[in-house]
C-alpha cells in the first residue's frame, strides 16, 4: 500500500510540475560571414538573447563570401556581408530556390593603420591607391624613413577586401600584399612591422572608451592632394561625409523576415541596437539606407530622428 501511494505521489508531483511550466520553443537563428561584422553581431545577439530566452542565435565569420555562400546553400538565416552580393552570386541563389534580399544594420569607417612610430600621420585616397597596387613602395616616397612598405590585406573571400579593391585601387592588388585570415590577423601584423600598413574596419582598432589599440597609429585620409585629411575615429568626420572611406555593412536573408528573425534585425535599428552599434566603433544607418530598410521589415524610422 505505502508503494502505491509512493508512486501516486510521485506521478501527482510530475503531472502539477507538467502542467505549471509551459515548454518552450526556441527558435535557432545563424549568422555568418563577414569579419568586418562578427563582433558588432556578436554583441547584439548577445544582448537581444539577454531580453528573449526563446531565440538562440549562433554567430561565425569566414568572410562575406562565406557568409553568402552559406545563405545560397540554405545554411544560415543571415549571411553578414560588407559588400553587396555580385550579380553571378544572385543567379546561383534563385536558381536554387533561394531569394537574397538586404537590409543594412550599420555603417563602416574602413581605417588605414601603421605602426604608432611610423612618422606618416596622414595619405590620399589615391596614394593609398598606389601603394597597394605595388606603384609606391617606400615610405621614404610619402614622406617617410627609408623602408620598404610591408602590405596587409584580407583574402579574396573578404568583402573588405573586394570592397577596397574596387573602391580605392580600382585595379588589381600587388602580389606583395600579405593576404591575412582576419582582420585581428591584420592588426597584429602592423603591432609588429615597423613598415607595415593595412586596412581594417575602425571598429576593430577602437576600444569602447575610444582609445586606440596599442602600438597602432590611425592615419588621417583625404580624398585628394587638395582636400584636408580626417580620421575615421571621430563620428562627426563620418556623418557629415569628410571621411572618404565610409561603407554599408548589410545583413541579407531568403527573402522578407518574420518571426523572431525579424524581430532580431528590428532591435538591430532600434535606438538600443543602433547604441550598440556606436559602442562597438561603428555608425548608424545613414538615411539614404532607410528607405531600403523599410521595404525590408516594413517599419518606421519616424521616431529615428537621432541616427
Known sequence: MKTIKFYLAIFIIFLFWSCSFETREVENVFIKGSDTEVNLALALAETYMAADPNISIAVTGGGSGAGIAALINNKTSIANSSRPMKEAEIDLANNRGIKPIASVFAMDALALIVHEDLPVNALSVEQIGAIFRGKIQNWRELGGPDMKISMYGRQSNSGTYVYFRDSILQAEYSQDVKQMNGTAQI???????PAGIGYVGVGYVVKKDGSITPNIKVLSVKKDAHNQAFVPTKAENITNGDYPIVRPLFQYTDGRP???????MLFCLSDAGQAIVKQTGYYPVSRRYWAT?????NFSYADASSY
Open 187 to 193: 592588426v597584429e601584423g602592423i603591432k609588429n612591422d
Open 258 to 264: 518574420d518571426g523572431k528573425l525579424r524581430d532580431f
Open 293 to 297: 530598410n523599410e521595404r525590408v521589415l
